[in-house]
């Protein structure tokens, strides 16, 4: 079974620092990774998308993958209050199937 | 709004009754998902569709749920007979068809079964 592994947390940090939310999944032919966000009460919102090695800049947002080790990360820099939220991790298998399957989330508590 | 759009937003039934859930696509969209998260867990795929195909139902209960997505109007999620374990937030997500990878989220519907 295809797995995907998310420390459920919650990962506290002050205003200002640098979040390092981390994932790791079982399928080693897995070809596309995504990071959503979500408010309590509310729904997964994409923020990033990652397909190859390396790492991925979006304003804040920093995704890092690394397919031999089979992981993928999400940095906040400057993390606000606002980011408080479950991170998402959402992996999809080899095979060119579109259903991903999702971590069961990081807390994230930016505390002021 | 040109996002994905579910209704009704909350959804209480008695058991047995039966309930359907709606969702739209954002426009250009041709590909919708269907996801059940019951609270302290996950995200979990119940069903894919396309416009008038089911893609992948592997999620889906094999009993009392069924999903379609006609050529005209939304996709509806049916339960029939609901049960008090049916309670959960229901999300609809979409893509498009050259993109399916990147899913984007309707705002859900909470079902819940008294």
């Known amino acids: 079974q295809k797995e995907v592994e998310q420390n459920s947390g919650p990962l506290s940090v002050p205003e200002g620092a640098i979040a390092s939310l981390n994932c790791t999944y079982s399928?080693?032919?897995?070809?596309?990774f995504f990071w959503y966000r979500q408010y309590s009460g509310k729904s997964p919102e994409l923020i990033m998308s990652i397909y190859s090695n390396g790492d991925k800049e979006d304003g804040r947002f920093t995704a890092q993958l690394n397919k031999a080790s089979q992981y993928v990360s999400l940095l906040i820099r400057d993390s606000q209050p606002s980011d408080s939220a479950t991170y998402l991790c959402?992996?999809?298998?080899?095979?060119?199937?579109?259903?991903?399957?999702f971590g069961r989330g990081t807390s994230l508590i930016v505390h002021p | 709004n040109a996002g994905v759009m579910q209704n009704p937003r909350h959804l209480v039934r008695r058991r047995g009754q039966e309930a359907r859930l709606r969702c739209s696509p954002m426009?250009?969209?041709?590909?919708v998902y269907w996801y059940r998260q019951l609270p302290e867990e996950g995200l979990k795929f119940m069903v894919y569709?396309?416009?008038?195909?089911?893609?992948?139902e592997s999620g889906m209960p094999k009993e009392r749920f069924s999903a379609e997505f006609p050529k005209e109007g939304p996709s509806i999620l049916r339960i029939q007979q609901v049960v008090r374990g049916d309670s959960a937030a229901y999300f609809c997500a979409s893509s498009r068809r050259d993109s399916a990878y990147e899913q984007y989220f309707g705002p859900g519907t909470r079902l819940t079964v008294t």
């Open positions: 959402a992996v999809t298998p080899s095979g060119g199937s579109y259903i991903p399957t």
């Open positions: 399928d080693r032919g897995s070809q596309s």
């Open positions: 569709l396309q416009k008038e195909n089911i893609i992948d």
């Open positions: 426009k250009g969209h041709s590909h």
